[in-house]
């Protein structure tokens, strides 16, 4: 599985950005999928996660503000952001966790597979 985060730059407090994550490879193998970010100097965070199914959880910072969604069809991981603040600055990473030819290696927030992020500054 390979991911691809996109969408990243600098807005204004206030406003809004949609990150994207290309999902290649055996996407068939894929059951649950998130957002992570992580802050400047901080560790990651989740920020929101979906299922196979479609069920959502959200970070209680983001709830009511962020949006996650995936386009089955189009094989990609979308996350609406509104109302951003200065605390989302981050760079925010997308993931995948698989049923079957897991990589070797530590799991991260039980993921698998990890894009190499994108960055999210909100300036005030």
């Known amino acids: 599985v390979q991911l691809v985060e996109s969408g990243g730059k600098v807005v204004q407090a206030g406003g809004s950005l949609r990150l994207s994550c290309a999902i290649s490879?055996?996407?068939?193998?894929?059951?649950?999928m998130g957002w992570y970010r992580q802050p400047p100097g901080k560790e990651r965070e989740e920020v929101a996660r979906?299922?196979?199914?479609?069920?959502?959880t959200y970070a209680d910072s983001v709830r009511g503000r962020f949006s996650i969604s995936r386009d089955y069809p189009g094989n990609t991981l979308w996350l609406q952001m509104s109302s951003l603040k200065p605390d989302d600055t981050a760079a925010y990473y997308c993931?995948?966790?698989?049923?079957?030819?897991?990589?070797?290696?530590?799991?991260?927030?039980?993921?698998?597979?990890w894009g190499k992020g994108t960055l999210v500054t909100v300036s005030s």
């Open positions: 993931a995948a966790e698989v049923s079957a030819e897991r990589p070797l290696g530590p799991r991260t927030f039980g993921m698998d597979y």
């Open positions: 490879g055996n996407t068939f193998t894929i059951t649950d």
């Open positions: 979906i299922t196979r199914g479609g069920s959502t």
